[in-house]
């Protein structure tokens, strides 16, 4: 199947009750354990629909297995992660990053901050500008 935006393959993998386009090759990926290793950590769909990070290098024997990466066509992919103190939305860009979803009712443009000190449960920061797309869906009041 091609993307009706860019043309690029793609294929379709359930989560959480929706399909998410991802591009069509698949990749392999290794562990990642916290520290200085988690920074290098991309999100990942398994073919059976389960969200991963996973690192792009590593020996082969070390491998975990083959995921694809979300299809984004010049979107920003962020990825849901739960609800702060707040009952705020939040996601993470891919990188390490929290982000704050301020006023997540249904019917309204997304309002997506940084995190204070990119704490869980800190306070809205900085506007990001940007198209989002969310990873399995945007979480809404």
Not at 89 to 111: H, M, N, Q, S, T
Request: charged share 25%.
């Amino acid at each position: 199947m091609k993307c009706k935006n860019c043309g690029r393959e793609i294929i379709r993998i359930r989560l959480g009750g929706r399909s998410v386009a991802c591009d069509a090759a698949p990749i392999t990926y290794w562990s990642v354990r916290g520290g200085a290793a988690m920074s290098e950590a991309i999100p990942l769909l398994t073919p059976n629909g389960e969200s991963v990070y996973g690192a792009l290098d590593g020996k082969l024997k070390d491998a975990v297995g083959m995921a694809y990466h979300p299809h984004t066509c010049g979107l920003l992919p962020i990825f849901h992660r739960g609800r702060d103190s707040w009952s705020r939305p939040i996601y993470d860009d891919g990188e390490g990053c929290f982000l704050v979803d301020v006023d997540p009712r249904a019917g309204r443009k997304p309002d997506i901050c940084t995190k204070q000190g990119n704490d869980f449960n800190g306070e809205p920061c900085d506007p990001v500008e940007a198209d989002f797309i969310f990873i399995p869906r945007r979480d809404t009041w």
